[in-house]
């Protein structure tokens, strides 16, 4: 059971905001009475400024949060863009690799470009929530769906399996202390859709936001962002992702098809198409495009044996789930049920490291 929290904030510096500390003190609280010692890293509470300033004191945070014995998982604050800036500082003397346990580690988004820094060196991640996002969640509580797998988590260390939510929640367009208890339109969710090929299938998932994969590649965020992620050899080669559930779900910025086609075919590009055994599409947030990606991911990958299961409740859409990488999974759209190993192994992180 999880008895200790290190938040960390890898990407933006948010959560050490004036104006964002009644959002703080609300996921504080919760977890707290989950029965949980909270303790914000050194540099997490910095502000955004400083955070974007300093990459090395974000990896400093994260290294000594995985050599702190006595921390049973590190929660992320909230993701943002710029995570890749830890690579230098966390790969460069193989410094991850020394720090690394096998803790549970907890993110999303950005995060996504974390959980492929940890599959490198072979330490398990689980994908999906995030403190500000869903611990500090301004209803009553945190999403019914939501808290129900961020409690199994805490209380059991992994995801057993995940099921559709019944419903989807609107993004919320205001964050103030007067908006705390009020809760979002909700709407019924239809389940998982297989679009095409299998209705069961299996294999050890990996992937996240495809904004950020796709910023592996692409320099128009940030130029120097592919340079790095070649540098130090991000990104899986197809080999890797040979038998493996590639997860793709998209960020709040919505991105057009044309972007998310850009996206698919870059993706498409390295081969892990031709690879995978299957792939998982979240629910787009507010199901804006929904129709237009389920179409392109048919399309673009252009492969009808290859299962395709979308509207996964992870990601950017409300409610999430969370997703354990690094854990075989089998995949019943049927019966709407991702099952997980029923032991996490606990050779996973010796196991993986072996193959780096």
């Not at 974000?58 to 909230?78: F, G, T, Y």
């Not at 330490?123 to 961020?150: H, I, N």
């Not at 019944?166 to 919320?172: A, N, S, T």
């Not at 969370?322 to 099952?339: K, N, S, W």
Request: glycine share 6%; hydrophobic share 40%; net charge negative.
């Amino acid at each position: 059971m999880i008895k200790n929290i290190a938040i960390v904030s890898l990407s933006s510096g948010i959560l050490g905001e004036s104006f964002i500390e009644f959002e703080k003190n609300i996921g504080v609280k919760r977890l707290e009475e989950f029965g949980i010692k909270v303790q914000f890293m050194p540099h997490a509470l910095s502000g955004m400024d400083y955070i974007k300033n300093h990459p090395e004191k974000r990896a400093e945070d994260l290294l000594e949060a995985l050599r702190n014995q006595e921390i049973d998982m590190i929660l992320c604050a909230i993701g943002g863009d710029d995570t890749y800036r830890l690579l230098p500082y966390l790969f460069e003397n193989d410094e991850l690799k020394k720090a690394a346990t096998d803790k549970v580690f907890l993110g999303f988004s950005d995060t996504t470009i974390n959980h492929l820094m940890f599959h490198k060196i072979g330490m398990r991640s689980f994908y999906g929530q995030a403190f500000l996002p869903d611990v500090c969640e301004l209803a009553e509580d945190m999403l019914p769906y939501t808290k129900k797998y961020f409690q199994e988590l805490i209380s059991t260390g992994t995801i057993r399996e995940i099921t559709p939510s019944d419903v989807w929640y609107e993004e919320r367009t205001k964050f103030a202390p007067d908006r705390v208890g009020t809760s979002t339109p909700s709407h019924p969710n239809q389940g998982f859709e297989l679009l095409q090929g299998p209705a069961v299938f299996s294999g050890k998932i990996l992937g996240g936001c495809i904004e950020s994969m796709y910023d592996c590649f692409c320099g128009d965020r940030y130029e120097d962002m592919p340079v790095l992620c070649r540098k130090y050899h991000l990104f899986p080669d197809a080999k890797d992702w040979e038998g493996r559930i590639i997860l793709l779900e998209t960020s709040e910025e919505r991105p057009a098809p044309k972007v998310y086609k850009k996206a698919l075919e870059q993706l498409k590009a390295t081969g892990l198409f031709d690879v995978v055994s299957g792939v998982l599409a979240g629910k787009p947030q507010d199901e804006i495009y929904a129709d237009e990606y389920k179409k392109l991911l048919v399309e673009v990958i252009d492969n009808p044996k290859l299962p395709i299961l979308f509207n996964v409740n992870i990601g950017h859409a409300t409610p999430r789930c969370i997703i354990p990488f690094g854990v075989e999974a089998i995949v019943d759209a049927t019966a709407q049920v991702i099952r997980f190993a029923d032991k996490q192994p606990d050779t996973f992180f010796e196991t993986e490291r072996t193959k780096i």
